[in-house]
Each structure stands twice: as C-alpha cells, then as structure tokens.
C-alpha cells in the first residue's frame, strides 16, 4: 500500500444500465444533507447508448456521463473512478437510495478513516414486506445488508484503486467483482472499515427463473477460487453454500440416466430416488422459511429441479475459462522514471553532462524492462532552469549523456518550472506523468512510476498510475511510511512485472 492522501474530497461513481430507480437514486443524493461531491460519474453501460438520463437539476454542474456500451459493471465503475482526482471514490449502485444525513456521514467516515484505511463500506439495509414473510428472492437480497464491501455503498480511497488497479473486468456482471478488490485491497496492505453512513436498497422485482439465471455466479466463483486460492470465501466472509450438494444430486441424477440406458433398471431407480430425495430436501429448505404460497410453492418446486444442474455447469464452464488466468491488473505498458537519484545520481541543478551517473542497478534494471518489451520514459523536475541555474539546453545534454550510459529512453518529460510558478506539471502535479503517457501512447492506468520520494509517487497517484518507491539515504522518513517499496531499481521493476520479473535477473 502507499501512504493515502489527506483530505475528505469525494466523488461520487454510479454505473447505470438506464433503469427507472436511478432517477430515485439520483434524488435522494440530491436531497441528502451534507457537503456535496466534487464530482457525479453516470456511467451509461447501455450496450447500445440511449437518450439522456434523468439528473436532478440541483446536481446537473457537477454530473458528467461516461458512455462504455456494455462492459459489465466493473469495466464501468474503473471507468468512472478514472475520470475524478479526488482522494476518496464513492461508489453507488444505481437501485439505492441514499440515507437523509448520507453526505455528512460520508464525511464522517472518511475523516475518522486512519491512513491505512483503503475503503469504508456503508450500512446497507433492505426493507422487506411487514405482513408476511420475505420469498426466497427477497432474503437473497435482503443478505446484502451483511455483505461485507459490496459496492452498493463502498468508499475507496484513490490510492488504493490506483495501486490495485481497480475492479477485474473479467468479472462480467455484479457479481464477485466487489469482493475481488477488496481481498486485494486488503492483500495491499489496507485495512477495510464499516462506516456509520446508511443506505437503502429495495428489493427489485425478478420473475420466477431469476434464481436460475442467478447460476451464472458460479463461473465467478471459480475465477475467484483461482485468483484467491480455495479459502477465499472464508477471507471475504462468505459461505461456500451448496455447490457440494448439487454436484451429488447432478451426479445421482447422471447415475441414474447412464444406469437406465444400460438397462440396470433397479440401480437407476435407486439413484433418482436419491437425486429426487437431494431436490426435495433443496426445496423445502426454501420453502420453509418464506410465504408458502402456492406460487412461491411452485416457484421453489421447479427451481430447485433446475438450480442444481446450472450451478454445476457454470461452475466447470467457469474453471474452464479461469484456469489460466492472471492477477489483476495487467502488467503496466510503459514505465516512468524519476531521473535524479533514481536513474542517475543526484548533482543538485546539474548542466554538466560529464558528471553524470548511474544510479546502482539501473541499466540492468531498464536492459530487463526494454526485453520485456516495455516502452521507458523518463519525467523530472527540473526547476533549475526556472532559477536561472541552469539552461534547457544544459538539462537536454545531461538528459542525452543519461541516455548514453543506460540506453534508449522513449520520451524525456522534464519540468521546467519552479516551485512558486503554479504550473500542472511539477511533481507532485499529475502533468508530466500524463504528457510521457501521451507520448508513448498508454492510458495513465497502464503506466508505472518509479521514485525515490513522496512527489514521485503522488504524482503518480494523481495521474491514475502505478508507483513503486525506491528509497535512498535523503528520502524523508514521511515519505516512506506505508509506501510500496523496493530495495533497489531491480527490485522495483520486478514487482511491476506481473510478479515474475525474478527470472529475467537470472539470465543475466
Ligand atoms: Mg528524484
């Protein structure tokens, strides 16, 4: 993890397939007491784009609308986070509604969270019919107000979305996906609180079969057993459910086809009698406890036939499709230097080519990024040309002399300004970072930036990119508390190499 940043400035991020509820969504918001957010992130995943969506007046300043054309809500929600700056993203969904006290609880949550804390999740309740008891769809929804940081109500703090790189896009619906960034969030380093903030969220209407269609989660609980290990479940405070038991039913229920088919007529009756016996006891634990009226009756009797053979498809298709897969995020495109005292030793104000060098390990450490096929970019503050110190043609030459002894560089990006000058560009500002993206034709979130202090790394975090700290003896001990940290520049390009940067070193 690195060190979060001050202040309680928030945006809010909504993902939003068009529904009637955003509109309540939207409202409530609006009419919540409070300090509002800098910044609303609609974003429209509508496969096919649509007409405008319903703002409030009072919010439509600070409302901007992100199309994505249908990637799924994790796609949506990194990004809406990516388009604010501020140190906390709010994320909502877009069927809740916001308590009345919402925004200055935000506050509060967020001034009392301590430095290490990632993200706060809201308290979410469900209201559920007073005059009978809730069907098996209702409780399903009403488990959500136990859910640990679902994304309904969940605070992250910019820093840690950046580093984690935000939700996993292969998860496809929502579903896991919220679970996923928390276990990695928390693998960061962070910690993950529960606020005091309240939020509503109503049970939506759903025909007989969504508890079928609900089977698909299984594919997203084998990518989560891949990318967490099996205990996955027990880190995110989950139950395992009846994966277990459908697999025995689906079983008995083959058994019993494969045994008819060879005429053992007696050992198949026997199996689908056990496999009848499995959805029986399925159905009447869910029937037990809900209305018990004849249509949820019928509705719990023909799912429960059904549920068992989908889960355990989508389980093996998902297992399938996961066995291969990587940890999120990607492995960064390009990778930003700081120059002094991270490339080359730091001569304060140098213009003089001849006393350039290099800092320990960097041309192996850059020689290892180019094999990888990584572009290299180098973005320093150069306010000594401001000061009158030195010449932007003495800064090219040292930059050209730096070039000679660690090879190629893709793009220089060099500030020349000074401290007083207010410009976007000077480290910790974002500006230098984002124009080498540019440059070498990466988003900020496919970047990483390596430095050895507190303004590197900010910079970075402000941009939407990666950052490892490589320390030496004049980093402020401020600067280091809770950053990601490496040794060395070998050390530091290793971590950003998807974990198996180790074995390039040993070729070498
Ligand atoms: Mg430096």
């Not at 309904?152 to 979305?161: E, K």
């Given at each position: 993890m690195s060190p979060g940043a001050a202040g309680s400035g928030y945006s809010v991020v909504m993902p939003t397939i068009g529904r009637?509820?955003?509109?309540?969504?939207?409202?409530?918001?609006?009419?919540?007491?409070?300090?509002?957010?800098?910044?609303?992130?609609?974003?429209?995943?509508?496969?096919?784009?649509?007409?405008?969506?319903?703002?409030?007046?009072?919010?439509?300043?600070?409302?901007?609308?992100?199309?994505?054309?249908?990637?799924?809500?994790?796609?949506?929600?990194?990004?809406?986070?990516?388009?604010?700056?501020?140190?906390?993203?709010?994320?909502?969904?877009?069927?809740?509604?916001?308590?009345?006290?919402?925004?200055?609880?935000?506050?509060?949550?967020?001034?009392?969270?301590?430095?290490?804390?990632?993200?706060?999740?809201?308290?979410?309740?469900?209201?559920?019919?007073?005059?009978?008891?809730p069907t098996d769809w209702?409780?399903?929804?009403?488990?959500?107000?136990?859910?640990?940081?679902?994304?309904?109500?969940?605070?992250?703090?910019?820093?840690?979305?950046?580093?984690?790189?935000?939700?996993?896009?292969?998860?496809?619906?929502?579903?896991?996906?919220?679970?996923?960034?928390?276990?990695?969030?928390?693998?960061?380093?962070?910690?993950?609180?529960?606020?005091?903030?309240?939020?509503?969220?109503?049970?939506?209407?759903?025909?007989?079969?969504?508890?079928?269609?609900?089977?698909?989660?299984?594919?997203?609980?084998?990518?989560?057993?891949?990318?967490?290990?099996?205990?996955?479940?027990?880190?995110?405070?989950?139950?395992?459910?009846?994966?277990?038991?459908?697999?025995?039913?689906?079983?008995?229920?083959?058994?019993?086809?494969a045994l008819g088919l060879a005429g053992r007529r007696r050992a198949a009756a026997l199996l689908a009698a056990a496999a009848a016996g499995g959805v029986a006891e399925f159905a009447a634990a869910r029937v037990k406890p809900g209305p018990r009226t004849a249509r949820e009756i019928a509705t719990m009797l023909a799912t429960s036939a059904a549920i068992p053979p989908a889960a355990v498809w989508h389980w093996a298709r998902g297992t399938v499709a996961a066995r291969a897969a990587r940890p999120w995020p990607p492995e960064p495109r390009v990778l930003l230097f700081d120059r002094d005292d991270t490339l080359i030793r730091d001569v304060p104000y140098n213009g003089d080519p001849s006393l350039v060098e290099p800092m320990p390990g960097a041309r192996a450490a850059l020689d290892a990024a180019r094999a990888r096929g990584l572009r290299?970019?180098?973005?320093?503050?150069?306010?000594?040309?401001?000061?009158?110190?030195?010449?932007?043609?003495?800064?090219?030459?040292?930059?050209?002399?730096?070039?000679?002894?660690?090879?190629?560089?893709?793009a220089f990006e060099v500030c020349p300004h000074g401290p007083a000058d207010g410009c976007g560009c000077r480290k910790p500002e974002p500006g230098l970072v984002l124009r080498a993206a540019g440059r070498l034709g990466a988003s900020p979130h496919e970047c990483a930036v390596i430095g050895d202090i507190g303004g590197d790394v900010a910079a970075a975090h402000a941009a939407g990119a990666r950052a490892v700290l490589v320390p030496t003896e004049r980093t402020l001990p401020a600067e280091l508390s809770g950053a990601r940290r490496a040794a060395d520049l070998r050390e530091a390009v290793s971590m950003l190499l998807d974990g198996t940067g180790g074995e390039l070193w040993r070729e070498g």
């Open positions: 009637p509820c955003l509109r309540t969504a939207l409202e409530s918001l609006a009419a919540a007491l409070g300090p509002e957010p800098e910044k609303i992130v609609l974003v429209d995943d509508r496969p096919g784009g649509g007409g405008g969506l319903p703002v409030p007046d009072v919010l439509a300043d600070r409302v901007a609308v992100v199309p994505t054309g249908g990637r799924g809500p994790a796609a949506a929600r990194n990004a809406g986070w990516r388009r604010t700056r501020t140190p906390w993203v709010v994320f909502l969904d877009d069927d809740v509604r916001v308590g009345a006290g919402w925004r200055d609880e935000l506050i509060a949550d967020l001034e009392s969270a301590a430095p290490d804390v990632g993200g706060v999740q809201g308290r979410i309740s469900v209201p559920l019919p007073e005059d009978r008891r209702e409780r399903g929804t009403a488990g959500l107000a136990t859910s640990r940081w679902i994304t309904a109500d969940m605070a992250y703090r910019r820093a840690a979305l950046v580093e984690t790189g935000g939700f996993d896009e292969r998860f496809p619906r929502a579903f896991r996906e919220d679970a996923d960034l928390a276990l990695r969030v928390l693998a960061d380093g962070w910690r993950l609180e529960r606020g005091i903030r309240r939020t509503e969220h109503p049970v939506r209407p759903a025909g007989p079969w969504a508890s079928v269609r609900a089977q698909r989660g299984n594919a997203d609980d084998a990518l989560m057993r891949r990318l967490h290990g099996a205990d996955w479940y027990e880190r995110a405070g989950e139950v395992p459910g009846r994966r277990n038991r459908h697999l025995g039913i689906v079983a008995a229920g083959a058994g019993a086809l290299i970019g180098v973005v320093s503050n150069q306010s000594g040309i401001a000061r009158g110190l030195l010449t932007a043609a003495q800064a090219h030459a040292v930059n050209r002399r730096t070039e000679e002894l660690l090879g190629p560089i893709d």
